[in-house]
Every structure is written in structure tokens, then in C-alpha cells.
């Protein structure tokens, strides 16, 4: 059986979605910094050092996001998010068997890579210098909601970022 949605139901789903992310992480970063750690999925360990998620910033690797919003509410000053340039792309379409799924359920049965280009600046909010950015995102449902749907539906499975020249 195929799956109950079309291309243009996955289209517009994947561009909802990144686009409610984009602004709701890119306004953590600047604000609600204590929060940055909930837009991941949980920490996983394996055995060979690697595991999820996996954060590069900058060249630094991260797989614990407490780790990563300790570094970035320690280390970065205050900054400004733009988000200038948005591209989603469903990734995988259909993480479990979809056979028999109801559409509402399919919706949240795919992962997207999001990539985004803009500007932050760091420092002063409304005149610091600004500086370039590309950041890349695999999101994936939350497995972790609860009954009532309460939090965050979509979370990074795993992001590179990096400052342009």
C-alpha cells in the first residue's frame, strides 16, 4: 500500500515545518538560551564514541546537547539571529512502515534536512558587526511527546554549522 500522502502533501509539510523550526530555534539562540538542549533528541552513546545527536559547530563536535547550550550560553555573547535563506527537503519519507497509517500519522513519519543561510550578530543585538552563516539540520519527529502533544514536535538528529567568511 502506498503512503497517504503525495508529493505535494510532503512538500508542504517539510515546508511548514522547517520554516516554524527555523524561527522558533534561530529565537531560542537569541533568547531563551536556557532552552537551546530541548530542540534535540535525546543524548545516545554507543558503544564506539560515536552517538546522537551530533552537533558540529564550528568544527566542534558535540553528541550531548547539555553540553552544547553550557558552551553556547558561557562562551557566546549575546546575538542576533537572521535567517535569510530557507531549503527543506524530505530526507527520508517514510521512517517506519506506513502500511495501514492514517495520514495525520505519516505526516510525522519522515526526517527533512533543512538548510539555512544568514546572518547573526553577536554582541549588540541591533549594531554589532554581523557575520555569515550556513547551518544544516536533519530533523526528525519527537519520539519523546507526550499524550497531549505537548513540546516540541520536530527535533535535530543532527546539525553543522559554520560562520562564512
Known amino acids: ?10 512538500t508542504k509539510l517539510a515546508t511548514d515545518i522547517a520554516e516554524r523550526f527555523t524561527e522558533t530555534y534561530y529565537s531560542a539562540l537569541s533568547g531563551a538560551r536556557g532552552s537551546i538542549k530541548t530542540f534535540y ?7 564506539d564514541g560515536r552517538g546522537l545527536p551530533n552537533i558540529t559547530y564550528n568544527g566542534e563536535l558535540f553528541h550531548d546537547p547539555a553540553t552544547f547550550q553550557d558552551r553556547w550560553v558561557k562562551d557566546m555573547p549575546r546575538t ?27 505526516a510525522r513519519n519522515m526526517s527533512l534536512i533543512v538548510q539555512v ?4 550578530r553577536i ?26 502533544d505537548v513540546g516540541k514536535q520536530w527535533v535535530i538528529q543532527s546539525q553543522t554549522f559554520r560562520f562564512v567568511v
Open 1 to 10: 500500500m502506498a503512503a497517504p500522502l503525495t508529493e505535494t502533501d510532503y
Open 41 to 47: 533528541v535525546a543524548a545516545i552513546a554507543q558503544d
Open 80 to 106: 542576533h539571529v537572521e535567517a535569510q535563506s530557507l531549503n527543506v527537503h524530505v530526507l527520508n519519507p517514510s521512517i517506519k512502515p506506513t502500511e495501514g497509517m492514517k495520514k495525520k500519522d505519516a
Open 117 to 120: 543561510s544568514g546572518s547573526m
Open 123 to 148: 554582541g549588540q543585538p541591533k549594531e554589532g558587526p554581523l557575520r555569515g552563516f550556513s547551518d544544516s539540520f536533519v530533523l526528525v519527529p519527537n519520539e519523546e511527546l507526550g499524550k497531549q
